[in-house]
């Protein structure tokens, strides 16, 4: 078995980054420019919604399934496994290239990366001693980050370029790439032997909070992030800003959260923040970013898009080493992937309650309520437990 720290010094966990990169890169890249993509098929915004709802429901109900089995069979090959069968998906469509086949492709990238994203963070968690997880899973959000970033921007030169084709065609090719490097690279970490366990035992699991505390701060960074990036603009548009700056705002907020990432694990490593104060604070500098955000004006938009791309930035790499450190070895994959779960429905559930609010009342009702729920989240993860050592 390769213990932590004796993996090669840092060497395994760069292709570990590098499916971060690709999962974020995927998702976004093809997201972003589906309006394009999608054309005539359909020609509508349900058509438009399903596609973008068939990659993140897979997701849902996928990866704590792959997050299980990489606990059972290994997390090394279904980290392989997850990028081949991205390639699969995304090539398949590039050597087609029929519009009406959309919705296959995108389910089956989404379900791919239900397998290979839980598994690259449960490698990190295992290949990573607990006094460096927050530098490395710091350096494997700053990563997601990048993708996210340079996803929509490359994506749609791609499709100005070659078409739907070209963009599915470079995301085979980056994940095939991924992969080869990850199967030559990265150690085999075998499955830990584990005591049989009950529905009871899981229910404790899940409820612990040692659990519970970084998932809802995961969860709740995650819809704030959400919310910036689709409804930041829109309040840039409304205060007659072009299409540049508006979009320029939602890139100080990625900058911001990829560069925070490894400073905040770096400062938990060296013991300068503790999970539970770093979590509240994080998700009050977002409820900060909202509050900004309902002030019209071109400083608060910039304001909130710092301060939201800070806080993300801060309350992801923390909630992750927190989970990774509350998570017994042979559970690590189980853990991770239910912790995504948390992000996606909190990366659904923040731009549905702004856009419910925004279209019963207006964009800074919305706004409010997000800072004020918020800022009730980092209240609740800044408490201690007793249940808590």
């Not at 366990?197 to 659990?211: E, I, K, M, Q």
């Not at 990625?254 to 770093?278: S, Y």
């Not at 309902?294 to 800070?310: F, R, W």
């Not at 912790?339 to 429905?345: K, L, Q």
Request: net charge positive.
């Amino acid at each position: 078995m390769v213990s932590p720290g004796r993996a090669g010094g840092t060497r395994p966990l760069w292709p570990l980054y590098a499916a971060g990169f690709t999962t974020a890169f995927g998702a976004h890249g093809v997201a972003a420019n589906l309006g394009a993509v999608t054309g005539g098929v359909g020609g509508s915004l349900l058509y438009l919604g399903l596609l973008l709802a068939l990659y993140d429901g897979a997701e849902v109900v996928l990866k704590p399934v792959f997050g299980s089995l990489a606990d059972r069979v290994g997390a090394r090959p279904v980290l392989v496994g997850g990028l081949v069968a991205f390639v699969l998906a995304s090539a398949a469509f590039a050597a087609a290239g029929d519009p009406a086949l959309l919705w296959a492709a995108r389910l089956g990238q989404g379900a791919a990366a239900s397998a290979f994203s839980p598994a690259a963070s449960t490698l990190v968690a295992r290949l990573t001693p607990e006094p460096a997880r927050g530098r490395v899973f710091g350096s494997y959000g700053f990563f997601k980050s990048i993708g996210y970033t340079t996803g929509p921007l490359a994506g749609g030169a791609l499709v100005w370029l070659g078409g739907p084709r070209a963009l599915f065609a470079v995301t085979a090719v980056v994940a095939a790439a991924v992969a080869c490097w990850a199967a030559l690279a990265v150690p085999a970490v075998p499955p830990l032997p584990r005591a049989r366990g009950t529905v009871a035992d899981l229910g404790r699991a899940l409820t612990h909070p040692g659990f519970l505390r970084p998932t809802a701060a995961l969860a709740a960074g995650t819809a704030a992030l959400s919310v910036g990036v689709g409804f930041l603009p829109v309040s840039g548009a409304a205060d007659g800003l072009p299409p540049v700056l508006t979009g320029a705002a939602v890139s100080v907020l990625a900058v911001c959260a990829a560069v925070a990432q490894p400073v905040a694990g770096r400062a938990l490593d060296a013991g300068r923040v503790t999970v539970r104060l770093g979590l509240a604070a994080g998700l009050l500098m977002c409820a900060a970013a909202f509050a900004a955000a309902a002030v019209p004006g071109v400083a608060a938009l910039l304001a909130a898009a710092v301060l939201a791309g800070a806080g993300v930035g801060l309350v992801t790499p923390l909630g992750f080493a927190s989970l990774a450190a509350a998570t017994p070895p042979d559970r690590m994959g189980r853990t991770m992937g239910a912790a995504e779960v948390g992000r996606e429905i909190g990366d659904a559930g923040g731009p549905l309650l702004v856009g419910a609010l925004a279209a019963a009342g207006s964009l800074v009702t919305g706004y409010l309520a997000l800072a004020v729920l918020l800022a009730a989240a980092a209240v609740q993860v800044g408490r201690a437990h007793p249940r808590e050592p």
